[in-house]
């Protein structure tokens, strides 16, 4: 099993950025692939980034392309998402997911363990 603790997530202009961080315990983090997920009020989940266990094979979202950015590191037992270029739309609770596969996933019903979530607020 692994547990997932996000953080970063806070209040910020449009134009803005900020760095999301998921700290995952457990000793075969690197066996995990890795995804970040939002969800806005009235909305449903959506996919917003997720890397493979190695960290070799990247995918992002397309309302995301070319603004955020995934990467992970397995000595710290972290995956972080650098948020750039942000826009009220991007507003809403960030979460970490874990899945027991090398392969990363858009599909959130693919991923078991799940953090608490962190809010991104995008507004002037």
């Known amino acids: 099993q692994v547990r997932l603790v996000e953080s970063g997530g806070g209040l910020v202009q449009p134009g803005g950025s900020l760095r999301l961080s998921c700290a995952a315990s457990?000793?075969?983090?690197?066996?995990?692939?890795m995804g970040w997920f939002r969800q806005a009020p009235g909305k449903e989940r959506e996919f917003v980034a997720a890397i493979s266990w190695s960290g070799g094979s990247l995918y992002s979202g397309d309302p995301v392309k070319g603004r955020f950015t995934i990467s992970r590191d397995n000595e710290k037992n972290t995956v972080d998402l650098q948020m750039n270029s942000l826009k009220p739309e991007d507003t809403a609770v960030y979460y970490c997911?874990?899945?027991?596969?090398?392969?990363?996933?858009?599909?959130?019903?693919?991923?078991?363990?799940w953090g608490q979530g962190t809010q991104v607020t995008v507004s002037s």
């Open positions: 997911a874990a899945r027991a596969s090398w392969s990363a996933s858009h599909d959130a019903t693919n991923y078991a363990y």
């Open positions: 457990g000793r075969t983090f690197g066996r995990y692939a």
